[in-house]
């Protein structure tokens, strides 16, 4: 077994892969099956990479453009929202003029120069290039929470028929001890639908049409949660936990932030405190990979690239984390595709 352990290590070494030790130890077991081996080495051969010039002091919200082989992703804490334009290797970034916080940030349906963007608890509209330094607020679509002056809009993406959902969190205190946000629902004509209440920190959201699943993660409890999902009235109900984080680290807590899903239907969890992000089988909570990110404060991913296959991870810079803390990421070499970004319909 340790044999086999060795020579597996030194592979992994030569394809400059990042990988949990444990998960090698546990793994290296099953060198007795030669088909087994051959999985090992196919699910741990993945490569990070940094993209270059891509700081965000807390980058959160990756969506990935097919229209214009770009992610887009935010500076949250400055009201920055940023590009990275894959053919040219190269990062956008602008300011949004007179806010405090971008928290996502989604390309409205037919507008090219128009986007969705979280400020504070209101959903604007900004006009951007994708270019220029300076973005501008043009419109507001709606605000939730507008009495909770303590609170503000945090992660929101589109459901696979454009339909907005988000959720707000408090800003104020220790965040990770309050229940005070709530999930919302909106689309096109109508207003905000409140799906949950007594949120703590509303965090990531991922959609499985063809398993009819909205999977949703409340930061403060530590886990991932699977809803039925009703693609035409974009209903949720049912909940179910599906991974529980504290089962990881009982000695303290594993805070889950963003999410995706691939075309297989496994989840990727990225952990704000963990340096991890976590491929997981959501119909049955194993873990089927450990994807380690080279700093600690992992806030959200996305799949893009040409063919759907780059994983990209945004990373924070909360309290003054050693370098390479607050770069923007790409995982290749997953043997994995995800979905596209939707366009949000106003």
């Given at each position: 077994?340790?044999?086999?352990?060795?020579?597996?290590?030194?592979?992994?070494?030569?394809?400059k892969?990042?990988?949990?030790?444990?998960?090698?130890?546990?793994?290296?077991?099953?060198?007795?099956?030669?088909?087994?081996?051959?999985?090992?080495?196919?699910?741990?051969?993945?490569?990070?990479?940094?993209?270059?010039?891509?700081?965000?002091?807390?980058g959160?919200?990756?969506?990935?453009?097919?229209?214009?082989?770009?992610?887009?992703?935010?500076?949250?804490?400055?009201a920055?929202?940023?590009?990275?334009?894959?053919?040219?290797?190269?990062?956008?970034?602008?300011?949004?003029?007179?806010?405090?916080?971008?928290?996502?940030?989604?390309?409205?349906?037919?507008?090219?120069?128009e986007?969705?963007?979280?400020?504070?608890?209101?959903?604007?509209?900004?006009?951007w290039d994708?270019?220029?330094?300076l973005?501008?607020?043009?419109?507001?679509?709606?605000?939730?929470?507008?009495?909770?002056?303590?609170?503000?809009?945090?992660?929101?993406?589109?459901?696979?028929?454009?339909?907005?959902?988000?959720?707000?969190?408090?800003?104020?205190?220790?965040?990770?001890?309050?229940?005070?946000?709530?999930?919302?629902?909106?689309q096109?004509?109508?207003?905000?639908?409140?799906?949950?209440?007594?949120?703590?920190?509303?965090?990531?959201?991922?959609?499985?049409?063809?398993?009819?699943?909205?999977?949703?993660?409340?930061t403060?409890?530590?886990?991932?949660?699977?809803?039925?999902?009703?693609?035409?009235?974009g209903?949720?109900s049912?909940?179910?936990?599906i991974f529980?984080?504290?089962?990881?680290?009982?000695?303290?807590?594993?805070?889950?932030?963003?999410?995706?899903?691939?075309?297989?239907?496994?989840?990727?969890?990225?952990?704000?405190?963990?340096?991890?992000?976590?491929?997981?089988?959501?119909?049955?909570?194993?873990?089927?990979?450990?994807?380690?990110?080279?700093?600690?404060?992992?806030?959200s991913?996305?799949?893009g690239?040409?063919?759907?296959?780059?994983?990209?991870?945004?990373?924070?810079?909360?309290?003054?984390?050693?370098?390479?803390?607050?770069?923007l990421?790409?995982?290749?070499?997953?043997?994995?595709?995800?979905?596209?970004?939707?366009?949000?319909?106003?």
């Amino acid at each position: 077994m340790y044999g086999c352990a060795r020579m597996v290590y030194k592979s992994l070494l030569a394809n400059k892969t990042q990988f949990s030790l444990q998960t090698l130890v546990d793994r290296t077991s099953s060198q007795r099956f030669p088909a087994l081996n051959i999985q090992l080495i196919s699910k741990m051969s993945y490569k990070v990479e940094a993209v270059p010039d891509s700081y965000a002091a807390l980058g959160e919200g990756p969506h990935w453009d097919v229209a214009r082989q770009s992610l887009y992703y935010v500076d949250l804490e400055s009201a920055g929202i940023n590009r990275y334009d894959f053919k040219q290797n190269k990062v956008y970034k602008a300011k949004i003029q007179g806010e405090e916080f971008a928290s996502f940030i989604l390309p409205i349906e037919n507008k090219p120069q128009e986007f969705a963007v979280g400020c504070t608890r209101r959903t604007v509209v900004v006009q951007w290039d994708g270019i220029s330094a300076l973005a501008k607020v043009v419109r507001t679509l709606f605000e939730v929470q507008a009495d909770h002056t303590d609170n503000r809009i945090n992660d929101a993406k589109t459901d696979p028929n454009g339909r907005f959902y988000g959720g707000t969190m408090a800003d104020s205190g220790d965040i990770f001890t309050q229940w005070k946000g709530e999930l919302y629902k909106w689309q096109a004509g109508g207003k905000p639908q409140v799906l949950k209440e007594a949120v703590g920190i509303s965090n990531g959201l991922a959609w499985d049409v063809k398993a009819k699943k909205f999977y949703f993660i409340d930061t403060n409890n530590n886990e991932v949660e699977a809803y039925d999902y009703d693609q035409s009235t974009g209903a949720i109900s049912n909940r179910k936990v599906i991974f529980d984080l504290r089962k990881l680290r009982p000695e303290g807590p594993l805070f889950p932030d963003g999410m995706t899903v691939d075309t297989d239907g496994n989840i990727y969890v990225a952990t704000f405190n963990g340096g991890t992000v976590f491929k997981v089988n959501p119909s049955t909570g194993k873990i089927l990979l450990e994807i380690k990110i080279p700093t600690m404060q992992i806030t959200s991913v996305a799949f893009g690239g040409p063919n759907l296959d780059i994983l990209y991870v945004t990373t924070a810079n909360k309290g003054n984390q050693p370098k390479p803390a607050g770069t923007l990421y790409q995982v290749t070499g997953l043997n994995a595709k995800g979905f596209a970004g939707v366009d949000l319909k106003v």
